[in-house]
C-alpha cells in the first residue's frame, strides 16, 4: 500500500482538493519518547513495530506558515535561511506535499521557525511534520480530527504521529496493513512536578539518520527479535508509573528503555553508536547522582544528547551538576 | 557440587598431597577473548553458558612463585608488595588455596609479578589462577595434563582455563553438572602477521567486577537470553576465520561479539557501563579509520579499555593514530 492511497482513503469524502485560503499557519510541539518508536513493519506507511509514549515539550517545537505561492516549484526557509532543494530535508518535505498537490504545477512557499536543532536527535522531524500537516488542514480547511492528522503526520515520519498533542501520549501501533489503527492518543494524565532537562551534547547533524539506524539495527541486530518484548514491559510499567504519580518506576523504565535501544544499535553491524564521549560522561554522572540518594534518569534518541528526567524537588541539585542544561516545560 | 568435589576428583589417585618440594615457580600468559566467557551457568564451578575462543599474549602475564612457610597464615605480595589479608584478591586467592592444603595449617608465600594491573579488564585473575594451579602443579608434583590443569584453574577464575597455553585457545562450554568437560584446548593455528594493541585508558580497578557485572547481566537483561545464540555464530565465524586466515573476518566477528557483550550489560537493571568517555572516542577513531580503509578493529573486556586488533601490514598507521598503544607480541 502506498502514502497515497491513504491520503485518499482520509481526504476522499472532502468536497474540494483546492485549498480554502492563501495562507495558514500551525505550531506543533517536539515530543520526548519515554518508550521508543524503534523499527518499521512497514517503511512506506511508517507503521512501527511496537506502540510507545511520549512527553511533549509545548515550548519547543515547529511553527510551519503555508503560503500559496505561483512559482514553478516550492520555496523552504527554516528559521529565516532557505534551504536548497537538493537537501534531504527538502527533498523529503516536497515528496510529502506531492500527495497534497491539488495541481502538478501548485506551490508553496513553507516557512518552517524551529525551538530545535534539525536532525541533532530532539523530535524536530516529528514536530516539523506535524505543524506542516496541520498548517495543511487549515490552508485546506479539511477540518480532519486529531486522530486523522496523526496518521497524516505518521506519512511524513513516523514520530510525528505524537506531536498532535501536549502532554503524554501514546501512539498505538495497530496490526492494519494500512495503518488505520495506527495513531497516536493523548493520555489523561498530568504531572506538574515532572522536569525535563535537555543536556546538548553536540548539535551538529548525525552522521546516521533514525530512519538509516533503525533499519540497520532491525536487519542485523541479534537482540532486536525482542524488542517488541521490552517494549511491552516498558510500556505497562511507564503507563502503571503515570497512574500512580511513581516517580522511580517511571524513570527507571525510561532510562532502560533508551538504554535498550541503544543497545540493539551497538550490536548492529556496522554498529551504530550515537554516544559521544559527552554523553558517556553524562550517564556516568546522573549515575553517581542515583548512587547518592539524587534520582535523577536519562533517555536518549537517536544522537548524542541526554534528556534528564526528575521532580522539581530536586530541579536546584540536579542544575548545580548540570549547569549547562536547559530544563524545559512540560505541563502548565 | 563444589569445588573441593572436582579437586578430589583430579587428585584422589595421586600418591601423596604433601608438597614434594619447598618452592616452585610458574608463569602463564594473560589471554583476550575474541569470541568471549559472559554468564554462567554454575557460579559454584565457574562453568560457562557458552564456549569461548581467546588468544594469548606471551609476553603479559603472571608469574606466581610458591613457597611453603612455617607461619599462621598465608603471605601474598603482588609486585613486591604485601596483599592485606582483608583484601578481595587475598580472600579469593586464600579460598582457592583452602582447596589443596595437605593441612589446615599449612601455609604459603605466594609471590606474584604480574605484567598487568590488577582487575582493570585485562585478565589479570586468568593468568594469575592459571600460574597458581601451575605453581602448585610443580609444588606437589601432581603431573597433571595441561586440560587437568585447565579444569582446576577455571575453579579458580572462568577465564583462567584458557591461560594454560599460548595462541589461540578454546574453552568447551562443556554440559556436564561436575564440569569435567569445560576444559580449554589449544587450536592448531598460527598467525604471525596478527598483531594486538593495548589501549590503556585506565588502569583503575574497575567499579563493578567481572564477577557481579556477569550476574547482574544474566539475571537482568532481556537480551542476554539470545547471547547463546549470538557466542555460536561469532565462534563460527572465527574459527573459519582462523583457518583461512581471512582478517576481515575475524576482526568483524570479534568487535561485534564484545559489542554485543556490552549491550546485554548496558542493558542490564542497574545498568552496567564499563565505556568511558576516552573508549568511546577510541571506538570512533577506529570506526574512522575503518571508513578511510584502514581495517582496524578492537574488543574490549570488562573494563574500559580497549585492545586494537590489526594486521602487522597496518602497525605503523594505527600507530600514529594510537600513539600511546602498546603493541604486544601474539606469536613468535
Redesign the interface.
Same mark, same amino acid.
Given at each position: 500500500m502506498k502514502k497515497s492511497d491513504i491520503v485518499n482513503l482520509l481526504l476522499q469524502e472532502k468536497e474540494s482538493s483546492l485549498p480554502s485560503r492563501e495562507k495558514s499557519m500551525a505550531f506543533a510541539p517536539s515530543n520526548i519518547a519515554l518508550c521508543k518508536y524503534w523499527g518499521k513493519r512497514d517503511s512506506e506507511l511508517n507503521l512501527p513495530m511496537t506502540s510507545s509514549l511520549s512527553v511533549a515539550l509545548p515550548d519547543k517545537g515547529a511553527m510551519t506558515t503555508l503560503i500559496v505561492q505561483d512559482a514553478s516549484s516550492d520555496t523552504i526557509t527554516v528559521n529565516n535561511q532557505q534551504i536548497s532543494e537538493d537537501s534531504k530535508f527538502a527533498k523529503r518535505t516536497i515528496e510529502y506535499l506531492d500527495l497534497f498537490r491539488p495541481q502538478k504545477n501548485w506551490h508553496l512557499n513553507i516557512e518552517i521557525k524551529s525551538d530545535v536543532p534539525i536532525a541533532a536527535g530532539l523530535a524536530s522531524s516529528a514536530c516539523g511534520f506535524a505543524s506542516l500537516v496541520s498548517a495543511l488542514n487549515e490552508l485546506f480547511d479539511w477540518k480532519l480530527t486529531h486522530r486523522q492528522l496523526s496518521i497524516l503526520a505518521r506519512l511524513g515520519s513516523g514520530s510525528a504521529a505524537r506531536s498532535l498533542w501536549n502532554g503524554f501520549v501514546e501512539w498505538h501501533a495497530g496490526m492494519q496493513p494500512d495503518g488505520m489503527d495506527s495513531f497516536a492518543e493523548p493520555l489523561d494524565v498530568e504531572w506538574q512536578s515532572l522536569c525535563m532537562g535537555l543536556l546538548l551534547v553536540s548539535e551538529a547533524e548525525k552522521p546516521v539518520s533514525s530512519r538509516e539506524a533503525m533499519q540497520c539495527t532491525v536487519d542485523s541486530s541479534?537482540?532486536y527479535? @525482542?524488542w517488541p518484548?521490552?517494549v511491552n514491559?516498558d510500556l505497562a510499567l511507564i503507563k502503571q508509573a503515570l497512574k500512580t504519580h511513581n516517580f522511580s518506576l517511571l524513570g527507571?523504565a525510561a532510562?532502560?528503555n533508551a538504554?535498550?535501544m541503544?543497545?540493539?544499535m551497538?550490536?548492529a553491524?556496522?554498529?551504530i553508536?550515537y554516544? @559521544?564521549?559527552?554523553?558517556?560522561?553524562a550517564?556516568?554522572k546522573v549515575?553517581q547522582m542515583r548512587k547518592n540518594g539524587v534520582e535523577v534518569y536519562f533517555t536518549q534518541d537517536a544522537g548524542p544528547n541526554l534528556k534528564l528526567i526528575f521532580l522539581s524537588d530536586h530541579k536546584a541539585i540536579v542544575k548545580e551538576q548540570f549547569p549547562e542544561m536547559e530544563t524545559v516545560r512540560l505541563f502548565d
Amino acid at each position: 500500500m502506498k502514502k497515497s492511497d491513504i491520503v485518499n482513503l482520509l481526504l476522499q469524502e472532502k468536497e474540494s482538493s483546492l485549498p480554502s485560503r492563501e495562507k495558514s499557519m500551525a505550531f506543533a510541539p517536539s515530543n520526548i519518547a519515554l518508550c521508543k518508536y524503534w523499527g518499521k513493519r512497514d517503511s512506506e506507511l511508517n507503521l512501527p513495530m511496537t506502540s510507545s509514549l511520549s512527553v511533549a515539550l509545548p515550548d519547543k517545537g515547529a511553527m510551519t506558515t503555508l503560503i500559496v505561492q505561483d512559482a514553478s516549484s516550492d520555496t523552504i526557509t527554516v528559521n529565516n535561511q532557505q534551504i536548497s532543494e537538493d537537501s534531504k530535508f527538502a527533498k523529503r518535505t516536497i515528496e510529502y506535499l506531492d500527495l497534497f498537490r491539488p495541481q502538478k504545477n501548485w506551490h508553496l512557499n513553507i516557512e518552517i521557525k524551529s525551538d530545535v536543532p534539525i536532525a541533532a536527535g530532539l523530535a524536530s522531524s516529528a514536530c516539523g511534520f506535524a505543524s506542516l500537516v496541520s498548517a495543511l488542514n487549515e490552508l485546506f480547511d479539511w477540518k480532519l480530527t486529531h486522530r486523522q492528522l496523526s496518521i497524516l503526520a505518521r506519512l511524513g515520519s513516523g514520530s510525528a504521529a505524537r506531536s498532535l498533542w501536549n502532554g503524554f501520549v501514546e501512539w498505538h501501533a495497530g496490526m492494519q496493513p494500512d495503518g488505520m489503527d495506527s495513531f497516536a492518543e493523548p493520555l489523561d494524565v498530568e504531572w506538574q512536578s515532572l522536569c525535563m532537562g535537555l543536556l546538548l551534547v553536540s548539535e551538529a547533524e548525525k552522521p546516521v539518520s533514525s530512519r538509516e539506524a533503525m533499519q540497520c539495527t532491525v536487519d542485523s541486530s541479534i537482540f532486536y527479535s @525482542l524488542w517488541p518484548k521490552k517494549v511491552n514491559q516498558d510500556l505497562a510499567l511507564i503507563k502503571q508509573a503515570l497512574k500512580t504519580h511513581n516517580f522511580s518506576l517511571l524513570g527507571g523504565a525510561a532510562e532502560s528503555n533508551a538504554l535498550a535501544m541503544h543497545a540493539t544499535m551497538m550490536s548492529a553491524w556496522p554498529p551504530i553508536c550515537y554516544y @559521544l564521549p559527552e554523553t558517556i560522561a553524562a550517564m556516568q554522572k546522573v549515575w553517581q547522582m542515583r548512587k547518592n540518594g539524587v534520582e535523577v534518569y536519562f533517555t536518549q534518541d537517536a544522537g548524542p544528547n541526554l534528556k534528564l528526567i526528575f521532580l522539581s524537588d530536586h530541579k536546584a541539585i540536579v542544575k548545580e551538576q548540570f549547569p549547562e542544561m536547559e530544563t524545559v516545560r512540560l505541563f502548565d
